[in-house]
């Protein structure tokens, strides 16, 4: 499967400042990552899908001027938090979409960002 | 709506013991159905990848069950070592989307 490397781990800004966090796929271009936020004991919620050369797909309730994605090329996909409030303080975590042995989809997450705003 | 509904919420074990966690979904048309283990702080990692012809795969002392059928899936883990507390979640694809379905996990607790 695809390894993805996710930096950085951890992160402290003041609030009103922005924020860029890199999600790399080392070993497979990936046309499509996905980035997610993960509250305290809660699962995975998707944010948005990031699409190589061109506009991100976000879902419903996600502010795309607040989280800015850009996927420049096949192995980068940034989020930027813009404006960062400590509400937006959270666990975010990319995934990159690759085909398995088994032909199955296969989702392999970097490590996350653990993003504080104080 | 598709959906993944995972139980128990959370789980403790003492170090040794075996423990099955369960999955059930309502994901269609049904693409493959993954286990990952997250450890706190980290990312998801992938346990086993099940297709729709698949029932049984294993990792290690990891064996995860899926009946198409039912809609159910289960891990099983067995001789629980402490490095097994993480949280467990199931995820789902359908074969005419590209997104996946998350469950809320398992979290589970192995203590000494």
């Known amino acids: 499967g695809a390894v993805v490397s996710q930096h950085p781990s951890r992160v402290i800004c003041k609030s009103g400042t922005s924020v860029k966090i890199e999600c790399r796929s080392l070993?497979?271009?990936?046309?499509?990552m996905f980035w997610y936020r993960q509250f305290p004991k809660k699962s995975l919620m998707l944010m948005a899908t990031?699409?190589?050369?061109?506009?991100?797909?976000?879902e419903q309730g996600v502010e795309k001027d607040k989280f800015l994605i850009n996927h420049a090329s096949l192995t980068l996909s940034t989020l930027t938090v813009t404006s960062a409030h400590p509400e937006d303080s959270s666990f975010y975590i990319c995934?990159?979409?690759?085909?398995?042995?088994?032909?199955?989809?296969?989702?392999?997450f970097g490590a996350g960002s653990r993003l504080t705003v104080l | 709506k598709n959906q993944v509904e995972q139980s128990p919420q959370s789980l403790i074990i003492l170090e040794g013991k075996n423990c099955t966690l369960q999955?059930?979904?309502?994901?269609?048309?049904?693409?493959?159905l993954r286990w990952y283990k997250q450890d706190t702080g980290r990312g998801p990692v992938s346990l086993t990848i099940?297709?729709?012809?698949?029932n049984t795969k294993s990792n290690g002392r990891y064996t995860a069950t899926l009946d198409a059928d039912t809609k159910q899936s289960s891990l099983h883990i067995t001789a629980s070592q402490l490095s097994d507390s993480a949280s467990y979640i199931c995820?789902?694809?359908?074969?005419?989307?590209?997104?996946?379905?998350f469950g809320d996990g398992t979290t589970l607790t192995v203590k000494p």
């Open positions: 070993d497979f271009q990936a046309t499509t």
């Open positions: 995934s990159v979409h690759s085909g398995g042995a088994t032909g199955a989809n296969v989702l392999t």
């Open positions: 099940m297709t729709f012809s698949e």
């Open positions: 990031s699409n190589e050369g061109s506009k991100a797909t976000y």
């Open positions: 999955c059930n979904y309502t994901v269609s048309p049904f693409s493959n």
């Open positions: 995820v789902v694809s359908a074969t005419n989307a590209g997104k996946s379905t």
